[in-house]
């Protein structure tokens, strides 16, 4: 079993920064990815980023990129997707995910979050 938990989700102006956190237990995590997905109301889920856990590299969704940054703390088995410049239409629930190379390329991922809420208000 794999528990994903997110946190750091709230209300912001728009312009503003958050930082979510991804807390993974229940297995290491190597040769994994873990990857950000939003969904706002009445949407689609929407893929937003990706890390490789062991290499670091990273790949970020046009919509996002330059604006928002994906990075992981190895020993504390924690990711985290760092928001900034954020709009209104950034407004979703952000979830994050574990899972293996090359499913997780076709955003087929293995175990969820339970989601945090992002609001950006005008």
């Known amino acids: 079993q794999v528990q994903l938990v997110e946190s750091g989700g709230g209300l912001v102006q728009a312009g503003g920064s958050l930082r979510l956190s991804c807390a993974a237990s229940?297995?290491?995590?190597?040769?994994?990815?873990m990857g950000w997905f939003r969904q706002a109301l009445g949407k689609e889920r929407e893929f937003v980023a990706s890390i490789n856990w062991d290499r670091g590299s990273a790949y970020v969704a046009d919509s996002v990129k330059g604006r928002f940054i994906i990075s992981r703390d190895g020993i504390r088995n924690t990711g985290y997707l760092e928001m900034n410049t954020l709009k209104p239409e950034d407004t979703a629930v952000y979830y994050c995910a574990l899972g293996r190379w090359p499913r997780a390329t076709r955003n087929e991922y293995d175990y969820w979050g339970q989601g945090t809420q992002v609001t950006v208000s005008s």
């Open positions: 229940g297995r290491t995590l190597s040769t994994y990815v």
